[in-house]
Structure formats: C-alpha cells, structure tokens
C-alpha cells in the first residue's frame, strides 16, 4: 500500500513538474529579419493594409506562431507618426508558407457625446504579451491598444483582447478625467476563462493603473469577481 501512495505521488509531482516548466520562447525579429520574412509581394498575398510595425516570432512545445501588428502612418506630431488605423495577425507556418489563423483590426472614433475625433490609436507593446499563461503548451496572446483623446490617454479609449484558443474575448474601457466619463465592459467568455488567465490579466490592468495609463472604476476588483459585465464608477 505504501509503495501504491509513493508511485501516485511521484506522478502528481512529476506532471506538476513538467506543467510547470512549459515555456514559450518569444522574440521580436528585427527589421531585417522581417523585410526578409514579409515581402512586399507576400505582404499583398497576406492583405497586410498598413506598414508592419513589430513581428513577434513565439515558439512553444505544439506551436510555432509569428505575431504581426501593422498600422497606419496617418500624420506626425511632435516627431511622433499617429495612426488612425491599427491591424494585428497570428501566422502560423504551414506546409508551404505561412496562414493567417487569426486577426483583428480597430480604427480611432468619434468620442463618446462629442464631436472631436480621437487624434491616434495604438498598440501598447509594453503590457501585450505572447506567452503560456495557464501552462497547457500553448500560447495565449494578449493584444492591448488605446487612443488619443483630446487629453491624451486620459480620456482615450482602452481595449485588451485575449486570443484563447483562436478565441476573440475582450475587454473595453473607456478612461476620463471626471469619474462619470469612465466605464468598463467585460464580455461574457471573459469568465469562462482558466482563473490563472483572468487573474494574469487583471494583473496587467492594476499594472496600468500603476503606471498611470488607466483609471478603472471603484472598486473594479470586486466587480470582476463577481462577473459583472459592465460598471461605472455610479454603481
């Protein structure tokens, strides 16, 4: 009997072990690495609209992705290029070149009760990340972008996009200088998610809290944990 209790131990440790030690390799290729790997002519094959911006290239134990975000070169300010349009792809390789398996796309929009247009929209690198959170050996992308208001990030809009499994699961938020102005909106799917998923993400959120780059509201840990779909700071 003995002997039964270590042999099941010893394979609840070893499959801890190795669930543990799952990794995913991810680098950003440099400019030449991707001129070479995305032609203009494959580019056009692909329907890449807008100039490539960064290419991630992750590599886990079952899959093999290159992670494209493009965007447009609209105007320039203060030596800064702004772009009113922003695109992101998933490739994977496949017998004979690489396969869009899964894209999105989002463009800066009128403000909400108001006629001024936001002035950009862009990817957030420092917080998007392209990793094995839950540890099954494969990579759950998370694509964060925001806009411009007219002050700036403040009142600029904020969109973090989970790809789980060739999945779209979203979160929108809306930022403001006064607290009437802001709101946040979880999609459904958002729950149904491994809670080591949902909690990685609400640890980049307090992150950008942190960084001054998002005010959610009140007591929006609480609204979370209770799968509330939407909250304000009047509820």
Same mark, same amino acid.
């Given at each position: 009997?003995?002997?039964?209790?270590?042999?099941?131990?010893?394979?609840? =440790?070893?499959? =801890?072990?190795?669930?543990?030690?799952?990794?995913?390799?991810?680098?950003?290729?440099?400019?030449?690495?991707?001129?070479? @790997?995305?032609?203009? *002519?494959?580019?056009?094959?692909?329907?890449?609209?807008?100039?490539?911006?960064?290419?991630?290239?992750? =590599? *886990?134990?079952?899959?093999?992705?290159?992670?494209?975000?493009?965007?447009?070169?609209?105007?320039?300010?203060?030596?800064?290029?702004?772009?009113?349009?922003?695109?992101?792809?998933? #490739?994977?390789?496949?017998?004979?070149?690489?396969?869009?398996?899964?894209?999105?796309?989002?463009?800066?929009?009128?403000?909400?009760?108001?006629?001024?247009?936001?002035?950009?929209?862009?990817?957030?690198?420092?917080?998007?990340?392209?990793?094995?959170?839950?540890? +099954?050996? @494969?990579?759950?992308?998370?694509?964060?972008?925001?806009?411009?208001?007219?002050?700036?990030?403040?009142?600029?809009?904020?969109?973090?996009?989970?790809?789980?499994?060739?999945?779209?699961?979203?979160?929108?938020?809306?930022? *403001?200088?006064?607290?009437?102005?802001?709101?946040?909106?979880? +999609?459904? %799917?958002?729950?149904? #998610?491994?809670? =080591?998923?949902? +909690?990685?993400?609400? %640890?980049?959120?307090? $992150?950008?809290?942190?960084?001054?780059?998002?005010?959610?509201?009140?007591?929006?840990? +609480?609204?979370?944990?209770?799968? $509330?779909?939407?909250?304000?700071? *009047?509820?």
């Amino acid at each position: 009997m003995q002997r039964v209790i270590l042999t099941l131990l010893f394979l609840v =440790v070893t499959t =801890v072990f190795f669930a543990q030690t799952s990794t995913v390799k991810t680098e950003i290729l440099s400019t030449q690495e991707a001129s070479e @790997l995305f032609s203009e *002519g494959f580019n056009k094959q692909l329907n890449f609209i807008y100039p490539i911006r960064t290419v991630y290239k992750c =590599v *886990g134990q079952y899959q093999h992705y290159y992670i494209v975000l493009t965007a447009s070169n609209d105007s320039v300010a203060s030596k800064d290029t702004l772009h009113d349009n922003i695109e992101a792809f998933i #490739l994977e390789p496949g017998k004979k070149r690489l396969a869009v398996i899964w894209s999105m796309k989002d463009s800066t929009i009128k403000q909400v009760n108001s006629n001024d247009v936001e002035s950009a929209i862009w990817f957030w690198t420092k917080y998007c990340e392209f990793t094995d959170i839950d540890n +099954d050996s @494969l990579i759950d992308p998370i694509f964060i972008y925001g806009t411009a208001g007219i002050n700036s990030i403040s009142d600029g809009r904020i969109k973090i996009l989970i790809a789980y499994k060739r999945q779209k699961i979203a979160i929108h938020h809306q930022n *403001g200088i006064f607290d009437f102005e802001r709101n946040t909106k979880v +999609d459904k %799917s958002f729950y149904s #998610l491994p809670f =080591v998923v949902q +909690d990685h993400v609400k %640890s980049i959120m307090q $992150k950008m809290i942190e960084d001054r780059n998002a005010i959610f509201p009140y007591g929006w840990q +609480d609204a979370m944990n209770n799968k $509330k779909l939407y909250f304000d700071e *009047g509820q």
